[in-house]
């Protein structure tokens, strides 16, 4: 038996033309003389629909184009991720996460998903119901089972927020094949404990696993592809490419050898970083960005992104000295420009920051330079770049990074200026990493850029340093309250620090959550970003 | 028997001083010679506690705060709203929402919550389990059922999207008196319908039913407290104020008669504007706000609620007048400063304007004066309330309706800037039935702004009518499409419109997206908002 795995990019709620992708994929997988063809989770609508979902009259498209898919199926089995609506036992209208089987022109049945993820970024219990049933179907003598996302992945990882363990149902069907059909984001180190699951999946079920796992960037999920396929060992043996469509053609009768693969997680983080941006414009019909070089680390890595996810043609780069604005930042974001051959515009904001002053002065009579005079320059800069964006059509790029947004450490309203937030995930620590990753063969981002000491150049001499700690202190607390949901004891006993400037650092957190929710949407890479899946009140006043 | 309801406004996590206020009402209540006291849902930690659940230090630190009202509980029978730990039925680790029963220093037991909301802005399956068994505690002889704000709800509104009612079991228990605990936040126009539900759930029970609602606005929520006391014939008969603390003494024994009320919905609307910017300010410990006076009716309406919620000393009015502004706004803007006795600026922008035009004119040769110029003009005002916000520690209000947010009306990091959107759930058609209504004694805001074609002022003679079909019809759609969730179709059959042009503020609805995302929080009086439990991806190419 052959099996063809379909990873496709889909537009959210773009129904046709995904389906259009899928009748194509039946196409080539019966020119590949397949017997099987496998799509994702949620293959019709793209992951995550959201709030799509509330329209009847969206999931009445749906199932038109899973009636199309059904009458494309001529002597082909397939198994497309899609959502239906039923009754549930008490009469209820619902809806169901699931997987359409469809044999030869006939629909066979679904498969429900059972465990909806309703964590962090995933809501699916907002809008679907769980059906408990494990199922296997016949196909040429062999039984094929089914598992969305989430139901394989609790087998290891989750167990303790469900009741069930779909593998554990699955495995008394004693299946042939085990097909997983998953939207499964992207983050940081991922895949370790995705090959992880998947491999102690397929062997406990003690038969070869397929993973079918969508790709592409939908707003501010990225979905890294890299479908698998494992043996009944549970030994990886194929890996579609990530970060890309691509295709497996799986034989059952073939003898694979095991995966040698070398993980480069920073190579992963790049690669989702480039698609995020890459996906936002081109799934909005834009193509043109521009940003502000600082001359500091932060915009030289955006650059280099925005670079290779559009072209450095469709990036602009701009260049907005004030007084406190250092001549070696002029430079180095001249020299990054020259090499990654991106315009740059010099546009120096002093005389307007000027006006400002004095405009503003009868009101700030015998008040001292503060952040006001700060956020002037910075609010100047994104001013300037929305002109720009609003006359170009040029989308601004933010540039602020995650222990920035953490620390409140950013102007709203002017670095945080943009339609997206390339590193509002990416803490200061992998920033440096990512920069030093570019640089692993050749100088792209100037070494001055990336070795001077970090300084928004708001005031005369002002280091980062001047009102923060070290980032590597400030990204062990954003490790430990944010994404660890520890209390200040646990952090200061975890990582050995001050209780006094751990618990100024975690008010410094939730004093800056009225600016995050007002930031850019951000590409996420993180188990737990601040852009998307954490409700975090403004006004509360608690302190572990 | 008599009971205490004690409608409370507690701060989101702060246990203890919300506690406090749980032992002082237990202290009133003694000395009222009551036999019961009843706090609303979640009355510890204050509702919603979002995010601050995954902490296990706050679900401990809850427990200790209970201890202490169990202390505090001599002589008297306590149902409290909180939040418990416990293994399920699986032996997990679970969270479920609860009341406490408390009778004489001891703990009774608890009751769960059965019915979960997870839609709009409730996400309470992202952290709680549900608890299907229904019981009643008796106390001096009378069996006391209890309900959690939605367990009762359903019975009558949300049945459609449950398996169980929770109302129909609790009535196989005969209860002779059932308390409702919840936080059921306002919308316009609510009150008719908790009044009908309650009423009906009190009358199907065949016992006397007493709500105990919240008060107090949490972030972007307004309770309105109106806790109500229902005879067995589901007759309402005791009220308890709304939008302010307050207690209800109820005696079992007394006989009360039908409560004769007459719904002044326009009022309340302004009530919970009032009280979500009071809560907002005095729960973050500020005291000051700043606003853009353009002239228009919306900043005049939010000077309104500003002035009742901080008073006129607290509040600082900016007139920043372009080349474009006339000069009747002007003249209304002082007129309405003088009526209300606030502080007016004015600092003319019209330099700073052209300084923008001067600096960015080699970048923009040949291209015509377009938003760029407008959004520019609205920029700069907001980067200079954003300035003196900064120096002074006013916070900003942002004036924008939610037609104009539903349209894209708004110019983003212009007049969205702000700490609060204090109308972003108010629609242009409910901003002038205020306006009339503030109006209907005397005149407080000019009748000049009320009555005047709506205007950005942006550029030279231009109207809302320019780029927008009227008000009546933006609303319509905003209806049919976001709150409804009604089709393109639909939506033209329902209102009688024409659909070319119902698609046109469609699509308008989903461009605008990305600036709604970064606009500040509403305070929301819808039954949907935009502002908070709608989620909308930015990139999809969906249109019904």
Avoid at 257 to 265: F, P
Wanted: glycine letters at 6%; a neutral charge.
């Amino acid at each position: 038996m052959k099996i063809y795995v379909a990873q496709l990019n889909p537009k959210i709620g773009d129904l046709a033309r995904n389906t259009d992708k899928i009748l194509n994929s039946i196409e080539r997988a019966r020119l590949e003389k397949a017997d099987v063809v496998v799509f994702p989770e949620c293959a019709i609508s793209g992951y995550p629909p959201e709030d799509l979902l509330l329209f009847d009259s969206f999931i009445d498209e749906m199932e038109n184009q899973l009636q199309r898919i059904i009458k494309s199926s001529k002597n082909i089995f397939v198994v497309v991720g899609t959502i239906r609506k039923s009754v549930n036992n008490n009469q209820k209208n619902s809806l169901f996460n699931t997987a359409a089987v469809i044999s030869d022109e006939k629909l066979l049945g679904y498969k429900d998903k059972t465990l909806l993820p309703t964590y962090d970024v995933f809501v699916e219990k907002r809008y679907f119901e769980s059906n408990d049933q494990q199922k296997v179907f016949e196909h040429k003598g062999k039984k094929i089972g089914i598992l969305i996302c989430e139901d394989a992945w609790a087998h290891v990882e989750k167990l303790a927020i469900y009741e069930k363990d779909p593998v554990v149902d699955l495995e008394k069907l004693k299946p042939d094949l085990v097909l997983n059909l998953s939207a499964s984001p992207y983050y940081y180190q991922k895949k370790d404990k995705r090959i992880d699951i998947f491999s102690k999946v397929a062997k406990d079920l003690n038969c070869p696993l397929i993973l079918a796992n969508q790709v592409g960037a939908n707003d501010q999920l990225v979905f890294d592809g890299h479908s698998m396929f494992f043996d009944k060992n549970g030994d990886l043996t194929v890996v579609a490419k990530g970060f890309v469509e691509d295709h497996l053609l799986i034989d059952l009768k073939a003898s694979y050898t095991k995966y040698s693969y070398e993980l480069d997680h920073l190579k992963d983080l790049y690669s989702a970083l480039v698609l995020g941006v890459k996906d936002y414009f081109r799934k909005l019909n834009l193509s043109k960005a521009c940003l502000g070089l600082s001359g500091g680390i932060d915009s030289a890595l955006v650059l280099c992104i925005a670079v290779d996810a559009l072209g450095p043609h469709n990036v602009l780069a701009l260049s907005m000295p004030s007084r406190f604005s250092s001549l070696s930042s002029l430079e180095d974001s001249h020299k990054i420009c020259d090499s990654l051959r991106v315009e740059l515009m010099d546009i120096p904001i002093d005389h307007l920051y000027q006006q400002y002053l004095d405009l503003l002065s009868p009101f700030f009579s015998g008040k001292a330079f503060d952040t006001t005079e700060e956020n002037l320059q910075a609010r100047i800069r994104g001013m300037i770049l929305m002109a720009l964006s609003n006359k170009l059509g040029n989308i601004v790029l933010s540039t602020g990074n995650k222990s920035e947004m953490a620390m409140g450490y950013v102007t709203l309203y002017g670095d945080m200026c943009g339609g997206l937030g390339v590193l509002n995930d990416v803490s200061k620590t992998l920033v440096y990493k990512l920069a030093n990753w570019i640089n692993r063969k050749k100088e792209i981002i100037p070494n001055n850029i990336i070795n001077k000491e970090p300084s928004a150049e708001l005031r005369a001499n002002q280091k980062d340093s001047d009102t923060l700690p070290s980032y590597d202190i400030v990204d062990k607390v954003l490790q430990g309250y944010v994404e660890d949901h520890l209390s200040l004891d646990q952090i200061v006993k975890k990582y050995q620090l001050d209780s006094i400037l751990v618990k100024s650092l975690i008010e410094r957190i939730h004093l800056a959550e009225y600016k995050r929710r007002q930031g850019p949407p951000g590409i996420i890479v993180s188990k737990k970003s601040f852009t998307k899946g954490r409700y975090f009140p403004i006004v509360h006043s608690w302190m572990s």
